[in-house]
């Protein structure tokens, strides 16, 4: 004889079932915006190269109070640029996490049941 009877059972494994499509589907989501910030990422990482190079073409044109300020702006690209990384980062870590959570209840629940 179990500790519980065939309707807490039936009760312990709907729940199971539930909590597993909920974490299923956060865990898609987390994936599907995690691969669109990757696309995205990969996409437009190259432009501060392409923009230090645009900006190294300029500095024989430009005054030094210009080329100052492009530096500047340069500067505050590579910030953003860092910033989208660590975007990216912190999504996959999320990502990772969720799949961690998702596995450790599941396991919980089969444990909880056969008790």
């Known amino acids: 004889m179990g500790i519980f009877n065939t309707h807490e059972k039936k009760a312990i494994t709907e729940l199971r079932k539930k909590s597993e499509a909920v974490c299923n589907d956060i865990s898609k989501e987390i994936k599907e915006h995690l691969d669109d910030l990757k696309t995205d990422y990969e996409e437009n990482k190259i432009v501060i190269k392409e923009f230090n190079d645009f900006v190294s073409e ?15 702006f340069s500067s505050r690209l590579y910030k ?9 980062e912190a999504m996959r ?14 396991r919980e629940y089969q444990e909880y049941l056969y008790v």
């Open 58 to 72: 300029l500095e024989t044109k430009l005054s030094p109070q210009d080329i100052e300020k492009l530096h500047s």
């Open 80 to 88: 953003v640029k860092r910033c989208a990384k660590k975007g990216v």
């Open 93 to 106: 870590e999320l990502s990772r996490n969720q799949k961690k959570a998702t596995n450790e209840t599941l």
